[in-house]
C-alpha cells in the first residue's frame, strides 16, 4: 500500500458529468439585452482548464456595481448569465456602468464552489487607479482585462483559464 501513488481526483471526477443539466434553466431566466441597447457593450472568450482544453459547460455570471439610488430587483439591469458552448465559448450582452469593471462569478464541473473574479477593459482609464487591480501583481493583471476588438465597437475579448499557466486571477470570498 505504502508504495502506491496518490491519485488526486481531476476536475471531470468531482462532480460528475451532469452540471449542464441545471444551466438551462438558469439562463433561460436572464432577461434579454441586445446590442441595439444604447450604452450596451458584448464580451467574447473562452473557458479554458489547466490542460488547455475549452470547458463545454461553464456558466459565467456578471455583476456590476449598484448606481446610488438604482432599483434592485430579481434580475437587475447589471446582471447577465452566459454558457459556455461545446467549444468553451461565451459571449454576453450587457450595460456599460459606471464601474470600470464586472464582478464575474465562474461555475463549472469540477468545482465544489464558485470562482470569483473581475473582469475589466482595457480602453478603461479608471483602471490606472483601481485600488483591487493595483493590487494584482504586474504580470497577472492582464488575465482580467478584456482587450477591445478592432473588428467592431463595443466589443471585447476576454478568455478564462481556470488552472495552470495564465491562470485567471480568483478571489478569495
Given at each position: 500500500?505504502?508504495?502506491?501513488?496518490?491519485?488526486?481526483?481531476?476536475?471531470?471526477?468531482?462532480?460528475?458529468?451532469?452540471?449542464?443539466?441545471?444551466?438551462?434553466y438558469l439562463i433561460e431566466r436572464t432577461p434579454a439585452l441586445t446590442l441595439q441597447t444604447a450604452g450596451t457593450i458584448e464580451v467574447r472568450?473562452?473557458?479554458?482548464?489547466?490542460?488547455?482544453?475549452?470547458?463545454?459547460?461553464?456558466?459565467?455570471?456578471?455583476?456590476?456595481?449598484?448606481?446610488?439610488?438604482?432599483?434592485?430587483?430579481?434580475?437587475?439591469?447589471?446582471?447577465?448569465?452566459?454558457?459556455?458552448?461545446?467549444?468553451?465559448?461565451?459571449?454576453?450582452?450587457?450595460?456599460?456602468?459606471?464601474?470600470?469593471?464586472?464582478?464575474?462569478?465562474?461555475?463549472?464541473?469540477?468545482?465544489?464552489?464558485?470562482?470569483?473574479?473581475?473582469?475589466?477593459?482595457?480602453?478603461?482609464?479608471?483602471?490606472?487607479?483601481?485600488?483591487?487591480?493595483?493590487?494584482?501583481?504586474?504580470?497577472?493583471?492582464a488575465t482580467l482585462i478584456a482587450q477591445p476588438d478592432e473588428s467592431r465597437a463595443n466589443l471585447y475579448r476576454w478568455d478564462v483559464i481556470?488552472?495552470?499557466?495564465?491562470?485567471?486571477?480568483?478571489?478569495?470570498?
Amino acid at each position: 500500500m505504502s508504495g502506491d501513488p496518490v491519485q488526486i481526483p481531476a476536475g471531470s471526477q468531482t462532480v460528475g458529468p451532469y452540471f449542464r443539466i441545471g444551466l438551462d434553466y438558469l439562463i433561460e431566466r436572464t432577461p434579454a439585452l441586445t446590442l441595439q441597447t444604447a450604452g450596451t457593450i458584448e464580451v467574447r472568450g473562452r473557458v479554458w482548464d489547466r490542460d488547455g482544453a475549452p470547458v463545454p459547460d461553464a456558466m459565467l455570471e456578471f455583476w456590476n456595481a449598484a448606481e446610488v439610488g438604482e432599483e434592485s430587483g430579481v434580475f437587475p439591469a447589471g446582471f447577465r448569465r452566459a454558457a459556455t458552448d461545446g467549444d468553451g465559448n461565451f459571449s454576453v450582452v450587457m450595460a456599460r456602468a459606471h464601474a470600470p469593471h464586472k464582478l464575474v462569478l465562474v461555475f463549472a464541473r469540477g468545482l465544489l464552489r464558485h470562482l470569483v473574479t473581475r473582469v475589466y477593459f482595457g480602453d478603461e482609464q479608471a483602471n490606472q487607479g483601481d485600488a483591487v487591480l493595483m493590487t494584482i501583481p504586474q504580470e497577472r493583471r492582464a488575465t482580467l482585462i478584456a482587450q477591445p476588438d478592432e473588428s467592431r465597437a463595443n466589443l471585447y475579448r476576454w478568455d478564462v483559464i481556470l488552472q495552470g499557466t495564465g491562470e485567471t486571477v480568483f478571489f478569495a470570498w
